[in-house]
């Protein structure tokens, strides 16, 4: 009996051994391929291959403006969660991809650059262009035309209520867009003859009657015609805009993914310059920031097909409605807001919504409807909500707001100019408008986080710092910073406390003995204290790696 | 034994382990992976049913009801009516979109008809000048007559029937943009018969041609008028600015002259936008006087009257008819959200058979609150109820706006 049982024993005793043999076997597989190191020698990525697979059966989703208004109004699509950003690099900034490319955010550009922005050429002629199809949609009024080479354009007029005005906010939403880092089509200034048009022998409109496609008619330009604004001279100014290469997709949306584009893969809710985007939107008053307002083209090349994602159609961003100026609601609630209205409704108007009172400033008809006394960035509303917006958190906002940081007044005032606006007056207030938001957006978005930025550790172990809020004037300095070293383990992801937490005064600090000295990765949580920036307290942790004889920034955390 | 199948199994795992993706060594090989996953299962996109149904109404929807060619009519032929359906054929494009051809038919649940030819110019001389014809026949069998002046009683409803043949045109010109002055010439043909209400008594059982005047005869009028309007309303749902127009209208008798007269018509619309125009004080004068000729009669069907969606809203539609009449309309409209207002209304008014009664004693009033759909253009449906009259409460749903 006994030795049955020392049998059984050794027996199950075998059997456990190998079983928990293959388990472990299995767990590890499986583990590795669910958890890597924390760091890859690669970080961190600059350039994110979202070109990769071949996305060239994907098809067009094209929203329509009432169908994204109720799904984004009614309904809550994507994901709504306080997360970071999906798309970042280890610190904490966006990859250059089919998205969104660095510009002004990571290196120096010129007032000439700003200026130039996508344009291809310095200036466009319509001589020589023929009139070759009516414009299918949108508000503003227009029609296409082809130039000798056949490149494709889209004409668009300025309302005659407001000369100037949707052209011109075209023209500056496009260069500020490009600078930030997205993708835009190149937009041009020119003066049109109305007479001189020449209509090609096979141009076509979808009639607006009825939705037939049918030959255009030099009726159908006098339609477009009557509501543009006639300048002195009798001829028109227009907006020329170039059609981007590749096969349209439609728009692509704030949320989700496109399931049949391989390349795809972050929640668009969760992408941080989608997110970061209410930044920009905020200033420039951006409110039609929607899907409808972005465009998906379809590039192939080597045989293999991408998609690239732009952002346009700024014709109704800062005090343009594009064919009014714009609403005073707008920037201010959504189309749609329950708690106004029920408020409204019971008190039979006695409750006057906070907008209700801007007064806005008596400014040239080009400028529209448009003011920076009243602007508070933290309550700027697109037309309805937009998933990305709704789920930046301070750290995409400070993101936004660093790459805002970047723009002098000179520069503001150089893209203000190139609206070319004949009323010097309308030039002056823009500019000036646009850097007292600039002003509240960095107030605003630079202080809910800790600041601290461009931390640099010296071979002898001093650590340097800058704070973004205070180099731009959007804060004083802090009183102090709480430093608080740790050494790394990039395989199991543990951070070990080594020394005392450090309090300094000024933006430098020096790594505890010996914490340079043994391991590959170490890393400094920095607070800082503000009376009046509570957001400071929250800790920005930076990584950093052995390269070489010298310690490089390899991770970020900020919030 | 189990050592055997030990080693079997993990000689099976270690031969199936390059099935899975390998460890990735970089950030990049990571990234590239994952869409690797996603690529082995690609899904084609599938719009859903709502999204399919909006792309319908918004691509295809809108060029149903306003589409060129046999569209559908839908509304209202006239107050009373009570919602209309039909039949049209338009063509806006009309010798290179100068002219405007629009031909309908329709009926309506109370089975009120008409029918209408009308060929329009409407942009003439870039924008100045403008032109249009029309030809139609109008049935309406249940329209309402409680007697003239201002002491009608509710109790002495009735209804008549209304047939009437009508062709003519008018021109106008547009010196400026909120200008536009003209003058129209029409033929009618009015034919009146029995009430077609089962609910009250017909017009002859309870009136005359003394009481009515114009009942029993069929009497064909020119009618020419001269009008002067100005509209400088922003927008034309407005929120700011006016709306004023005056028409001086000749009816000539063309059988024996006996109901020859001339009527002038003033309306007045004021509009102050306070709160960016997200609160409107909206007020209206609407005065109608008319001088019959001498020894003439005014029919009573061609005389002003209130009463209704759209004048006093405290009471019936018709109720009050007379050769002279006075309204005045208070609102203050609302914004509850965008495209929905609020706004709570005071009309008074009264028709006169004098003209020296036409003042501002023993008015006519009622109150009431409503709701109004829209655009920034026009009103496309209401619901305003009425109360505060003699002759109770009143709910109004409309397809239209009002003042």
């Not at chain 1, 607070?527 to 400071?536: K, L, M, S």
């Amino acid at each position: 009996m006994a030795n049955i049982s020392t049998s059984s024993l050794a027996a199950f005793s075998r059997r456990w051994v190998a079983v928990s043999a293959v388990a472990l076997i299995v767990a590890a597989a499986s583990g590795a391929r669910s958890a890597g190191p924390r760091f890859y020698p690669d970080d961190p990525l600059w350039v994110d291959d979202d070109r990769a697979f071949d996305a060239s059966k994907t098809v067009e989703i094209e929203d329509t403006n009432g169908y994204d208004f109720v799904v984004n109004t009614f309904g809550h699509p994507g994901e709504r969660r306080d997360v970071r950003a999906m798309n970042v690099n280890t610190v904490d900034e966006v990859p250059d991809s089919t998205w969104f490319t660095n510009r002004i955010g990571r290196r120096d550009l010129t007032i000439a650059d700003l200026v130039k922005g996508p344009d291809i050429v310095d200036r466009v002629s319509l001589d020589g262009w023929v009139v070759s199809a009516g414009k299918p949609s949108g508000r503003q009024p227009g029609f296409r035309m082809t130039d000798p080479r056949g490149q494709l354009y889209q004409i668009e007029v300025d309302p005659p209520s407001n000369p100037e005005m949707a052209s011109g906010a075209e023209i500056i939403g496009t260069a500020f867009y490009h600078a930030f880092g997205y993708h835009v089509v190149d937009v041009y200034l020119a003066e049109l003859d109305r007479q001189a048009l020449v209509l090609a022998e096979n141009a076509t409109i979808r009639d607006p009657l009825n939705g037939h496609r049918r030959r255009l008619r030099r009726s159908d330009l006098d339609l477009v015609f009557d509501r543009a604004a006639r300048m002195p001279n009798g001829r028109y100014r227009v907006l020329v805009s170039r059609f981007a290469p590749g096969r349209p997709l439609g728009n692509f949306r704030y949320s989700g993914t496109r399931p049949d584009d391989p390349n795809d893969i972050v929640a668009h809710e969760h992408r941080r310059e989608l997110r970061g985007a209410r930044v920009f939107g905020a200033w420039l008053n951006h409110d039609d920031s929607r899907g409808v307002n972005s465009l998906d083209m379809l590039e192939i090349s080597n045989g293999r097909g991408a998609i690239r994602h732009y952002m346009f159609d700024f014709g109704s961003i800062l005090g343009s409605g594009t064919v009014f100026a714009q609403r005073h609601r707008a920037g201010n609630e959504y189309i749609f807001e329950s708690r106004p209205g029920w408020l409204t409704l019971a008190t039979l108007g006695a409750y006057i919504r906070p907008w209700m009172r801007i007064d806005y400033p008596d400014v040239p008809r080009s400028v529209g409807r448009f003011e920076a006394d009243a602007f508070d960035p933290e309550k700027w509303k697109p037309e309805y909500p937009n998933p990305a917006f709704d789920n930046m958190r301070p750290d995409d906002a400070f993101w936004g707001a660093r790459i805002v940081s970047r723009f002098t007044d000179e520069m503001i005032g150089a893209i203000v100019k190139k609206a070319q606006y004949s009323d010097p007056r309308a030039t002056a207030f823009m500019t000036q408008a646009l850097i007292k938001r600039r002003d509240k957006v960095l107030s605003t978005w630079l202080n809910q986080v800790c600041p601290v930025v461009d931390p640099k550790v010296l071979a002898d172990g001093t650590l340097t710092f800058g704070n973004a809020a205070v180099d731009v004037r959007a804060a004083t300095p802090a009183d102090r910073y709480g430093l608080q070293w740790f050494r790394f383990d990039n395989a199991t992801d543990t951070r070990t406390p080594i020394g005392e937490r450090q309090t300094v005064t000024a933006a430098t600090g020096r790594a505890p003995a010996g914490l340079l000295g043994a391991g590959d990765y170490v890393g400094v949580s920095i607070t800082a204290e503000h009376p009046q920036h509570p957001g400071w307290m929250r800790p920005a942790t930076f990584f950093f790696r052995r390269a070489g004889g010298e310690w490089t920034l390899v991770g970020v955390e900020r919030g | 034994m189990l050592r055997i199948s030990a080693v079997a199994l993990l000689l099976g795992l270690a031969v199936a382990a390059p099935a899975f993706p390998q460890e990735p060594a970089t950030r990049a090989e990571a990234d590239r992976q994952r869409r690797a996953a996603k690529n082995d299962n690609l899904k084609p996109y599938e719009p859903g049913g709502f999204e399919r149904a909006m792309h319908f109404v918004e691509e295809r929807g809108v060029f149903i009801l306003g589409r060129e060619g046999f569209y559908p009519k839908i509304g209202s032929l006239t107050t009373g009516s009570g919602f209309a359906y039909g039949v049209g054929y338009r063509d806006r494009d009309l010798f290179d979109k100068v002219a405007v051809l629009d031909l309908w038919a329709a009926t309506s649940l109370r089975r009120y008809w008409a029918a209408e030819a009308r060929l329009s110019l409407p942009r003439l001389a870039n924008n100045h000048v403008m032109a249009e014809a029309w030809a139609g026949r109008r049935d309406y069998p249940r329209e309402h007559f409680f007697g003239l002046g201002p002491r009608a009683a509710r109790g002495d409803e009735t209804s008549f029937a209304i047939r009437s043949d009508l062709f003519g045109g008018r021109a106008a010109v547009r010196p400026l943009s909120i200008l536009m002055a003209g003058a129209a010439l029409e033929h009618l043909s009015p034919d009146l018969g029995a009430g077609k209400d089962p609910r009250v008594p017909s017009i002859e059982e309870r009136f005359t041609t003394a009481t009515a005047p114009g009942l029993g005869e069929s009497i064909d009028f020119l009618r020419s008028t001269a009008f002067l309007e100005v509209d400088y309303r922003e927008p034309k749902n407005a929120r700011e600015g006016g709306w004023y127009r005056v028409d001086l209208s000749r009816f000539s008798d063309r059988n024996n002259r006996q109901h020859s007269f001339t009527r002038v018509d003033t309306d007045l619309r004021q509009f102050v936008g306070l709160l960016a125009g997200r609160r409107v004080l909206a007020a209206r004068l609407f005065l109608s006087t008319s001088n019959a000729d001498d020894g003439a009669t005014m029919p009573f069907y061609l005389m002003p009257t209130l009463g209704g969606n759209d004048t006093l809203r405290g009471f019936r539609e018709y109720r009050f008819r007379g050769p002279h009449a006075l309204l005045l309309q208070g609102e203050y409209r609302w914004e509850i959200w965008s495209g929905l207002d609020g706004a709570l209304f005071y009309d008074a008014g009264k028709v006169a058979d004098r003209r020296r009664d036409l003042n501002f004693s023993r008015l006519e009033r009622d109150y009431g609150f409503g709701f109004r759909f829209n655009t920034d253009e026009a009103i496309v449906f209401r619901v305003d109820a009425g109360f505060g009259s003699r002759d109770g409460k009143h709910l109004y749903i409309v397809f239209g706006g009002i003042f």
